[in-house]
């Protein structure tokens, strides 16, 4: 009777065993890389949400007639027919933004004291350039930019490009 209780607790062999090791192994691969896109996306999703605060900050200071007229006098002295003509505001992460209209910027970095970090590294982000232009009918456009390690401009607000666009 002694000799049957024992054959019939083998335990696992190791054939079991290391397939069952083999299954953990897969799961938690599978999960970091989920776990790692997941925060990649993350980051990239708070800096096209940091992009779209600015934008609105932009609008907002653009919205004000007495900017609006400076910045259209900035970028198009004289409303000059076609209308054309970029103005840049460029900042660093967490230094206030830079550029030739002196009110508005004053505005602007009233809305935005300084620039954002940058959360998504990939692409090696130096700088935020927002930037405003004469449309025609004394109207403005902006948009913001992230400036990226080999000085190429992707558009994150109010259109979100590269590898931005991945996060709308």
Known sequence: ???????????????????????????????????????????????????????????????EAQIHDELLIAINPGYVNPPGGILDFTALPGAAFTGTAGHALTTLNQYRPVAPEFNYNKNNPTSWVINVEDIGNHELAARVYIVDGTGARIEVAPNVTGPYADVE
């Open 1 to 63: 009777m002694k000799n049957s209780f024992i054959k019939s607790n083998k335990g696992f062999s190791l054939a079991e065993m290391i397939i069952a090791l083999a299954i953990i192994v897969f799961l938690v691969g599978f999960a970091g890389v989920q776990l790692v896109r997941y925060i990649e996306k993350s980051k990239l999703s708070k800096d096209v949400s940091n992009a779209k605060t600015m934008y609105s900050d932009i609008v907002t200071t653009i919205g």
